[in-house]
T-cell receptor, first 117, second 113 residues
């Protein structure tokens, strides 16, 4: 499968600070990237879908100003958790696919475990 | 109704047996379906994709799709302890000009020696 790299893998930050998570497709151009969060023993919750060069589409209930997503190039998308609070602590995972439309496989980064203290 | 539904399990099978994992979805027009495996603390890994009705085989894995019944399944033959993980069913929905990859809650599989 294709390679998606996510960085950092773990981050601990103080409450009120912002954290940026990077997601890079290493061997293909990612037209679409998905951002998920996952709580322990729960499934992946889609936060937003971003297409290169356009604004991200956020799922209902996800605060756009809280979770800033930028997809400036075909190989890089970033998620910035602004003014983080302990309840934002979670496992954040990005996924990237080469096309928009049906029959498109998506590959995951390694995930970022965020702990806000 | 949830968009993608799976039995949470755990599904326990003996080593060497066939594990059968099931998934139903609500969006009738979805065309793309995936099975991911996730080990504890790790991100999901793509196992199979299936787009047409019928069976698709890859090694010990067989995915089955029935669009009329909105049902997709994954069979794991000759199950091994290393197959113990959570298996996530995902459906790609195309709506409003963009894709949404939606996951089920996952089925936890335990293969015991």
């Amino acid at each position: 499968g294709a390679v998606v790299s996510q960085h950092p893998s773990r981050v601990i930050c103080k409450s009120g600070t912002s954290v940026k998570i990077e997601c890079r497709s290493l061997d293909f151009q990612a037209t679409t990237m998905f951002w998920y969060r996952q709580f322990p023993k729960k499934s992946l919750m889609l936060m937003a879908t971003s297409n290169e060069g356009s604004k991200a589409t956020y799922e209902q209930g996800v605060e756009k100003d809280k979770f800033l997503i930028n997809h400036a190039s075909l190989t890089l998308s970033t998620l910035t958790v602004t003014s983080a609070h302990p309840e934002d602590s979670s496992f954040y995972i990005c996924s990237a696919s080469a096309r928009t439309g049906p029959n498109t496989e998506a590959f995951f980064g390694q995930g970022t475990r965020l702990t806000v203290v | 109704q949830k968009e993608v539904e799976q039995n949470s399990g755990p599904l326990s099978v003996p080593e060497g047996a066939i594990a059968s994992l099931n998934c139903t979805y609500s969006d009738r027009v979805s065309q793309s379906f995936f099975w991911y495996r996730q080990y504890s603390g790790k991100s999901p890994e793509l196992i199979m994709s299936i787009y047409s009705n019928g069976d698709k085989e890859d090694g010990r894995f067989t995915a089955q799709l029935n669009k009329a019944s909105q049902y997709v399944s994954l069979l794991i033959r000759d199950s091994q302890p290393s197959d113990s993980a959570t298996y996530l069913c995902a459906v790609l929905m195309f709506s409003g000009g963009y894709n949404k990859l939606i996951f089920g809650a996952g089925t936890r599989l335990a293969v015991h020696p």
